[in-house]
């Protein structure tokens, strides 16, 4: 769906850059800056802002730096895609309990799991049979080493069979001895993790063929979906995710240098910024209240702060608690399968 900007041959949405754009971008960036009647074939470059007005010529357009523009240009889809996720887990509130009212699914599209044996019965019957790719997400940053355990097998079972795995867990888990102690058991060059602030509720995806989402807050009931369409449109929700998180091997974004702040420290921040009280703050980042207060008694103390208010103020005034730009990662391509779904006896 295009948007006309009034220009012969350049009929598209002002989100999108033309090769003409991109040229005079190029330019641009070589020149320093553009006469403004060069820029009238591509009105794009200024919509998007990557060009601004000359300060000291009106008549003349500076470029910004490619960093600057790609932060800009993604923060609308950044919050496009957690809008998405908030809609996604509100339909499933909503719709999953009045599965039990409809006849059972004669596709097995969509199967109701309750009960944690059987959805890990179903979990390892999934791993067992994957040979492409598992993708995890997975909430928190404790890892319970019963949890673990299960992971280590279903994993194994998995990668004897050729396939890969990626797994997307919170920020707390880079510190978490379990998770250390699963990748070091796991064979090299077959796993890859990265960590996000927040992330969505627990979601595992079978060789792009199933899915397994949580249907009850504690997880005690669980829905395996085979529908392609539903399990595609997870799969793209995880490569969001997987984008705009951070592998690993790679440090956390800090504050400014000279201003000792953590990066557990920093997620904090921004969330008692935005109003949140401890217990919404523990429970987004994975941690417990407990430990959330430790964290901002910390940050109380290296900012000076003497109460929590003085902290917010402090907060603001720093900057410290600006949001992280998203990471200038290009969204992968989810590779096909041509994978036959199995018969549906695995819950998630």
């Known amino acids: 769906m295009g948007t006309d900007t009034g220009i012969p041959g350049h009929p598209h949405h002002h989100s999108e850059l033309c090769e003409t754009a991109i040229q005079l971008y190029a330019d641009s960036l070589r020149r320093g800056r553009l006469p403004r009647a060069e820029v009238v074939p591509a009105p794009c470059l200024i919509e998007t802002a990557l060009l601004h007005p000359d300060p000291h010529d009106p008549a003349m357009l500076c470029p910004a730096t490619p960093s600057v523009a790609l932060t800009h240009l993604l923060q609308p889809l950044t919050r496009s895609v957690f809008e998405q996720v908030r809609r996604s887990a509100a339909l499933v509130d909503s719709l999953a309990p009045l599965a039990a009212i409809a006849s059972e699914d004669p596709?097995?599209?969509?199967?109701?799991?309750?009960?944690?044996?059987?959805?890990d019965s179903a979990l390892q019957e999934a791993a067992a049979d994957a040979d492409t790719e598992v993708l995890t997400a997975q909430p928190g940053g404790h890892r319970a080493p019963a949890q673990i355990e299960q992971g280590l097998a279903n994993g194994l079972a998995a990668v004897s069979r050729g396939a890969r795995l990626r797994h997307i867990y919170q920020h707390p888990a880079r510190y978490s001895a379990p998770v250390k102690a699963y990748l070091e058991q796991m064979p090299p060059g077959q796993v890859e993790v990265r960590t996000m602030e927040l992330t969505?509720?627990?979601?595992?995806?079978?060789?792009?063929?199933?899915?397994?989402?949580?249907?009850?807050?504690?997880?005690a009931v669980a829905l395996?979906?085979?529908?392609?369409?539903?399990?595609?449109?997870?799969?793209?929700?995880y490569e969001v995710l997987w984008a705009q998180a951070t592998p690993i091997t790679e440090h956390l974004q800090t504050a400014a240098p000279g201003v000792p702040v953590t990066a557990v420290q920093l997620s904090i921040a921004r969330l008692l910024v935005e109003g949140h009280h401890d217990e919404a703050v523990a429970r987004k980042l994975g941690f417990s209240v407990r430990t959330c207060r430790t964290h901002i008694a910390r940050l109380m103390?290296?900012?000076?702060?003497?109460?929590?208010?003085?902290?917010?103020a402090l907060l603001v005034r720093s900057g410290i608690a600006e949001p992280a730009p998203p990471r200038a990662a290009a969204l992968p391509v989810p590779p096909r399968t041509t994978k036959e779904p199995a018969t549906p006896d695995v819950p998630g």
């Open 107 to 119: 596709n097995h599209s969509i199967t109701v799991l309750e009960g944690k044996r059987l959805i």
């Open 224 to 237: 395996q979906i085979r529908h392609p369409a539903l399990v595609r449109y997870l799969v793209q929700v």
């Open 200 to 219: 969505i509720d627990r979601l595992i995806i079978f060789d792009h063929a199933v899915a397994f989402i949580p249907a009850t807050a504690d997880r």
């Open 301 to 312: 103390q290296t900012l000076e702060a003497t109460s929590r208010t003085h902290l917010g």
